[in-house]
Each structure stands twice: as structure tokens, then as C-alpha cells.
């Protein structure tokens, strides 16, 4: 069974490009999550999603920042207009249940230059 | 607003020397208390679930127990390839917010052959 895949493994974007990450979640899991792991510090919950849904969204900045789980396909978070304080590993995660453990993908390293 | 201070943020063992790491939470009614282990680079691997205070799980070289303010993973004999970032992570009610985990800094083992 294929754990969590999450693409690209690295991106590089200059200021003020969008960075696209995708989340592929272990098969039969439908509850997505991401999580973002800046330098120096611990990881921090951004969106929770079940498809086509989302169901928490309170640990995301307001603006520049989208999360989607289309009914087909994997999930995308969606940063625009990146600027040099979003670099960071953003981790996506799978759970087959509301509650319990989830299982983490290896991670996108966003550089902004 | 849940918090998990995780200490010491850094241990170095030699091989073979046991020690105990902590983890202590505040959190309304706990639903869960996870440990996680993630190397460099890579995405944090899930290493055990505990629910309720005086539980206990055991992996290996590793024991986690819970009580109601802290849980604590023993390491028993440690190798070198035990060397990571041990990371505590909880669970919390909350109708939307309840799957969210929170984490700790997390604690940087390194054993020493």
C-alpha cells in the first residue's frame, strides 16, 4: 500500500509567482490535511479537507493561501503571490477516520527567491 | 488553546544508555496522543497512538506511556540509527477543529556509538 505522495519533492518560485503542491493520500483515506513546518520551528495545522470539502480552515493565512480536494484527482494547496517568508516544508497528511493517526507525505520544500 | 511543550529540545546518549523524553500537554478533554519520529528531510513517521491516561505502547526500543498531564517515551539501549527528531502530537474536541494535531518543538536525539 503506497503511502502518502506528495509532489513536487522541491520548488523554487521568485517573489510573486504562484507554487502550486499536491497531496496524493494513502489509498482509502479520505480526510487530507496540511501542515506547514517552517525553519526553526515546529509543524503548525493549516486545512483540514474531506473531498470536495473543506472542513477547517483556521490554521490558514486569509489571504494568497487555497486548499482544494477535487472529487478526482489529488489535493492541491495553492499559494500566490508567494513572498520570501512562505519558504518552508509543507507536509500533507491521510487518515481513514475523523480522529486518530494520520500519516504524513515527505514533504514539498518551497524556496521563494 | 491546546499547547504541547515537548523537553529536553535537545538529548545526546551513547549507545546503550537509556533516557526518557517528555511530553507534556494542556488540552481540554485529550482524544488522542500521538508520537512521531521524523529524520532529516523527510516527513514525520507515525510511531504510536495513546488515549487514555496509564496506557502503554511498546515498539521495539520504544515504550510510550500517558498520564493525564504528560506522556514520556523511554528508550531503552539506544543505537545510532535512533538518531531523529522525536515529535508529541494531540488531539482535541472540537466539532471541525477535533482532527487537527498540535505539536511540540519536538526533541533532537542523537546516540553516539
Not at chain 1, 489571504?63 to 519558504?87: C, M, N, T, W
Not at chain 2, 493525564?68 to 508529541?88: N, Q, R, V
Not at chain 2, 482535541?92 to 511540540?104: I, K, N, V, W
Request: charged share 25%.
Amino acid at each position: 500500500n503506497a503511502g502518502v505522495m506528495q509532489n513536487p519533492r522541491h520548488l523554487v518560485r521568485r517573489r510573486g509567482q504562484e507554487a502550486r503542491l499536491r497531496c496524493s493520500p494513502m489509498k482509502g483515506h479520505s480526510h487530507v490535511y496540511w501542515y506547514r513546518q517552517l525553519p526553526e520551528e515546529g509543524l503548525k495545522f493549516m486545512v483540514y479537507l474531506q473531498k470536495e470539502n473543506i472542513i477547517d480552515e483556521s490554521g490558514m493565512p486569509k489571504e494568497r493561501f487555497s486548499a482544494e480536494f477535487p472529487k478526482e484527482g489529488p489535493s492541491i494547496l495553492r499559494i500566490q503571490q508567494v513572498v520570501r517568508g512562505d519558504s518552508a516544508a509543507y507536509f500533507c497528511a491521510s487518515s481513514p477516520l475523523k480522529l486518530g493517526e494520520q500519516y504524513f507525505g515527505p514533504g514539498t520544500r518551497l524556496t521563494v527567491t | 488553546e491546546d499547547q504541547v511543550t515537548q523537553s529536553p529540545e535537545a538529548l545526546r546518549l551513547q549507545e546503550g544508555e537509556s533516557s526518557s523524553l517528555n511530553c507534556s500537554y494542556t488540552v481540554s478533554g485529550l482524544r488522542g496522543l500521538f508520537w512521531y519520529r521524523q529524520d532529516p528531510g523527510k516527513g514525520p513517521e507515525f510511531l504510536f497512538t495513546l488515549y487514555s491516561a496509564g496506557e502503554e505502547k511498546e515498539k521495539e526500543r520504544l515504550k510510550a506511556t500517558l498520564t493525564k498531564k504528560e506522556s514520556f517515551l523511554h528508550i531503552t539501549a539506544p543505537k545510532p540509527e535512533d538518531s531523529a527528531t522525536y515529535l508529541c502530537a494531540v488531539q482535541a474536541p472540537g466539532e471541525t477543529s477535533g482532527s487537527r494535531l498540535t505539536f511540540g518543538e519536538g526533541t533532537q536525539l542523537t546516540v553516539n556509538p
